[in-house]
């Protein structure tokens, strides 16, 4: 098995409500209270923690999270979980001090993508690749794959009844997605992020030796709530970098005009609309799905299935094959416990078949933001969890201790132990994704360059001499 670092960051949705007769509160001062602990502690709203990870504030109020360095599949499932825990235990943190002042207010948490006046914020995913990669070329191969990828990992979404916005001036009705960035992606393959929000992003950024490796930014994935549809989109994501490192053969498949392709892929439930490649053909979404499939199964054939994760692979490519079946048949409820965009459909549709309201209704519209509420008990998705109606892939113990630990098997362990010491020692210090940095200036910074290395002598004398 190839050792690959993966990380997702998430953007949060912020907003409060307040109690009758409370003033509103703007989402700039929502998020003061909510950093307020964080501020306390460390003196800034841009931190990492003792897990390895980093919690800041981002561009419009939403709070930030990046899970640690990780590198199994279950791993990152547990440490996305447990950014979800630290999060809200911050947004109860900022209910008791607004509380404590005399305000009213229940602040709400949202791991989506979309507000209501139609802004977007992001998950990225993070994958480590050998620094031989063209990025630029594998990038093109990959879009297709991340085009129509939502099938299988969407989050699900109410679009309202508005012009297509892919060149076309025909009004539609309100429709259910499949996505709920596909409609806020402006571009294939640039440097940019914000600007241009592209699909992947090729600035040159590996935080690690330059000249050993490179970092894949993908930013075109919905926030998902089921552990399943996590591990789905980096399982499958990971194993197709893997397979085209290696060199696997693959039909061609380049998209004419992939920004236009997302949104229509992501309208059609069906996964059967005609999308078109540049060499004038047309494949479906689910067509190319099955092309990576086959060539995921090739591939794992060629190397065999001896691996560290074997049980994690082999669950997620049955599970994508299940989904595309899915797909196929418009048996959607046969993977509701699985994918979120299903498990939201499932619920819309039963609220539909008790009350007969349209999509456009305010009542689906609650639904679909509050799958996506945080607090345990409140959020849809919490609440399916609990019933036991939505697959698991970790336990609570594994989500606890990444909640305060970081993996053992990459360099956050480092980064975890340097902090927690240097916390314990009442010594400032300053920490990047590589450097570890004792802010006086007395002792020397640690660059940790390699983000397989676990142990590093170095960081055991650097956290030997906080103490003296």
């Given amino acids: 098995m190839i050792r690959r670092i993966v990380g997702i960051e998430t953007e949060f949705g912020i907003t409060s409500v307040g109690g009758e007769g409370s003033r509103s509160l703007g989402p700039d001062e929502i998020a003061r209270y909510f950093f307020r602990p964080v501020v306390e502690r460390w003196r800034s709203s841009n931190v990492f923690l003792e897990n390895g990870s980093r919690l800041y504030l981002d561009v419009g109020s939403h709070p930030e999270y990046a899970t640690a360095e990780c590198d199994g599949l279950r791993q ?3 440490h996305d979980r447990a950014g979800e825990r630290i999060i809200d235990d911050l947004a109860v943190h900022a209910e008791q001090s607004l509380a404590a002042e005399g305000i009213d207010a229940k602040v709400y948490l949202f791991k989506n993508n979309t507000d209501t006046v139609g802004n977007s914020y992001g998950s990225h995913e993070n994958y480590l690749l050998d620094r031989s990669t063209q990025v630029r070329s594998m990038a093109t191969t990959l879009l297709p794959f991340l ?5 299988i990992c969407g989050a699900g979404k109410i679009l309202p009844g508005t012009p297509t916005g892919v060149g076309t001036a025909e009004d539609e009705g309100p ?3 499949f996505s709920q960035r ?5 571009d294939g393959v640039s440097s940019a992020t914000t600007r241009s929000r592209p699909l992947i992003n090729t600035r040159d950024e590996p935080h690690a030796d330059s ?3 490179r970092r894949m930014h993908v930013i075109v994935g919905d926030s998902n709530m089921i552990e399943t549809t996590t591990l789905l989109k980096i399982a499958s994501t ?3 970098l893997e397979m085209l490192e290696a060199g696997v053969e693959l039909r061609p498949m380049a998209i004419a005009h992939p920004v236009r392709a997302i949104r229509e892929i992501s309208r059609d439930l ?3 609309r005609p999308v078109g490649l540049t060499d004038g053909t047309t494949m479906s979404a689910l067509e190319i799905q099955r092309e990576f499939l086959a060539a995921v199964h090739r591939h794992l054939g060629r190397g065999g299935w001896e691996r560290d994760d074997r049980d994690d692979v082999e669950r997620c490519v049955a599970l994508w094959e299940r989904v595309l079946d899915a797909v196929e048949s418009g048996d959607h409820d046969s993977i509701a416990g699985d ?3 299903a498990a939201k459909l499932r619920l819309i549709r039963q609220v539909q078949g008790r009350t007969g309201v349209d999509l456009d209704h305010p009542r689906l519209a609650q639904i679909d933001l509050t799958y996506h509420d945080i607090r345990p008990g409140r959020g849809l998705h919490s609440v399916l969890e609990r019933r036991g109606l939505v697959s698991r892939v970790v336990d609570d113990s594994e989500i606890e201790r990444a909640r305060h630990s970081a993996p053992e098997t990459t360099r956050a362990a480092l980064r975890g132990r340097f902090i927690s010491a240097a916390t314990r020692a009442e010594r400032d210090y300053t920490v990047d994704w590589v450097h570890l940095k004792v802010a006086d200036g007395t002792l020397p910074t640690v660059a940790l360059t390699d983000p397989f290395a676990a142990e590093d002598p170095r960081v055991d004398d650097l956290i030997a001499a906080l103490g003296r």
């Fill in 238 to 240: 990971r194993l197709v």
């Fill in 339 to 341: 994918i979120d965009w």
């Fill in 270 to 272: 069906s996964g059967t």
């Fill in 182 to 186: 596909a409609e806020h992606m402006w």
């Fill in 147 to 151: 085009v129509s990828r939502q099938l």
């Fill in 211 to 213: 000249t050993r490796f």
């Fill in 76 to 78: 990152i499932v547990a």
């Fill in 175 to 177: 429709a259910f997605c």
